[in-house]
């Protein structure tokens, strides 16, 4: 069984930065694709950066400048460096990732979601 942790919300004042951590936990698998979502309260879940396994990436036009994504294939983790951060900011966020094993080929993964605030 495939887990991804999440670590590194908390609250943060205006301005301030927060970096995220999302390891895959578990044996005999292969990461493709990995992302960062986030959901404020009353609003859709939205995608906020991606990494393809050639670490191309890609980012919500809100969070250009400002996050970024980056991956540690050794140690199956993704990370979000949050710089600049506004109260707009505030959400709970989720990793993603597209997990390959040869018993099932490739499935989606969610971790259970840290909580940013961003707050003064």
């Known amino acids: 069984q495939v887990q991804l942790v999440e670590s590194g919300g908390g609250l943060v004042q205006p301005g301030g930065s927060l970096r995220l951590s999302c390891t895959a936990s578990g044996s005999g698998f292969s990461i493709g694709a990995m992302g960062w979502y986030r959901q404020a309260p009353g609003k859709e879940r939205e995608s906020v950066a991606a990494?393809?396994?050639?670490?191309?990436?890609t980012y919500a036009e809100s969070t250009k400048g400002r996050f970024t994504i980056s991956r540690d294939n050794a140690k199956n983790t993704a990370y979000l460096q949050m710089n600049s951060l506004k109260p707009e900011d505030t959400a709970v966020y989720y990793c993603?990732?597209?997990?390959?094993?040869?018993?099932?080929?490739?499935?989606?993964?969610w971790g259970q979601g840290t909580q940013v605030t961003v707050s003064s």
């Open positions: 993603n990732a597209h997990i390959f094993r040869i018993s099932y080929g490739e499935r989606e993964y």
């Open positions: 990494i393809a396994g050639s670490d191309l990436t």
